[in-house]
């Protein structure tokens, strides 16, 4: 029961974290091209990890709350994707 909790406890936190995570990844400005590839990729990398375990509990029988807490990371996820690739 314990490995089970702590599954779950990961699983929202990286829920959670994802896609501040990456919209915080936005707002650094940089000039090198190289770091903008490599914040690129961790922006990607986390929103895909965001968007991936929401559409995940999304779609399963778990109460309301936690469908909240899977769309406002895909939103988060989202926007972060949006802002990283949409400006200049």
């Known amino acids: 029961m ?10 929202f ?3 959670m974290f994802s896609g501040p995570i990456a919209i915080g990844l936005t707002f650094v ?3 090198n091209p190289t ?4 914040r690129r990729v961790f922006v990607c990398i986390f929103s ?4 991936s375990l929401a ?3 999304l779609f399963q029988g778990i109460a309301i709350a ?6 406002f990371a895909m939103a988060a996820s989202g ?8 400006r200049e």
């Open 55 to 57: 559409s995940i509990l």
């Open 66 to 71: 936690a469908k909240l807490i899977a769309l």
């Open 29 to 31: 400005r940089i000039k």
């Open 35 to 38: 770091l903008k590839i490599v």
């Open 48 to 51: 895909a990890a965001g968007i």
């Open 79 to 86: 926007y972060a994707l949006r802002r990283e690739f949409t």
């Open 2 to 11: 314990y490995s089970l909790a702590v599954l779950v406890a990961i699983i």
């Open 13 to 15: 936190s990286v829920l």
